[in-house]
């Protein structure tokens, strides 16, 4: 399996402009998680999915922030407009509803810079 | 105050050292107590983990979860220069929604 598969690696945008990353999970997984991390506020759950259903949203950081999940395969978090202080890597994860509660499979990452 | 709070370090030891990692919570409902490692522009991967109060051995790895005084510790023996990496403790309610320390950074020189 390929493992969680994220998109782009990279992202550099200016400010006031819309971002979209995107999240392909393992195959068969019916968890997806979304996570922020900062150097100053470490790793954090945005949101988090179950069978492609939003069922916590509670830690995306404001109305700017929304996260979609069309279909088993693939989830969009979008940030519109984005600011400066969104600048962080975003890892997107998925765990599977037979597996161990507390396994998730991390994605590589996706490191945004906003100017 | 975080829920979960872990000392950023770094910590620096010599190849062979005993490593002692540690947490705290405040969350009396996290059962689930997890430690995942995160290397240099990796995604964290799952090290061990522990359900409730006790201790659990995989290798050179002991976890080990005192829920009478929220204390979480990752204990790592005859460290590796490959061991060198970010170490984040994890805890969940059972919820699956992880609620992770800052993460502390080791450094195993050879």
């Known amino acids: 399996d390929a493992g969680v598969i994220q998109s782009p690696r990279h992202e550099v945008t200016e400010m006031g402009q819309e971002v979209t990353l995107r999240c392909k999970p393992i195959s068969g997984h019916d968890y997806l998680f979304w996570y922020r991390q900062t150097m100053m506020r470490g790793l954090e759950l945005l949101i988090y999915f179950n069978n492609n259903v939003p069922i916590d949203d509670s830690g995306m950081p404001e109305d700017r922030f929304s996260a979609k999940m069309p279909n088993a395969s693939f989830s969009t978090l979008k940030i519109q407009p984005s600011e400066p202080r969104d600048s962080a890597v975003y890892f997107c994860?998925?765990?599977?509803?037979?597996?161990?509660?507390?396994?998730?499979?991390f994605g590589p990452g996706t490191r945004l810079t906003v100017t | 105050q975080k829920e979960v709070e872990q000392d950023p370090g770094p910590l620096s030891v010599p190849e062979g050292a005993i490593v002692s990692l540690n947490c705290t919570y405040s969350n009396s409902a996290f059962q689930y107590f997890m430690w995942y490692r995160q290397y240099s522009r990796k995604g964290p991967e799952l090290l061990m983990y522990?359900?409730?109060?006790g201790n659990k051995e995989d290798g050179r790895f002991t976890a080990q979860v005192d829920k009478s005084s929220k204390y979480i510790s990752l204990f790592i023996r005859d460290s590796q220069p490959s061991d060198s990496a970010t170490y984040l403790c994890?805890?969940?309610?059972?919820?699956?929604?992880?609620?992770f320390g800052s993460g502390t950074r080791l450094q195993v020189q050879p």
């Open positions: 522990t359900y409730s109060s």
């Open positions: 994890a805890s969940d309610t059972g919820r699956r929604a992880l609620t």
């Open positions: 994860a998925s765990s599977d509803v037979r597996g161990q509660i507390y396994e998730q499979y």
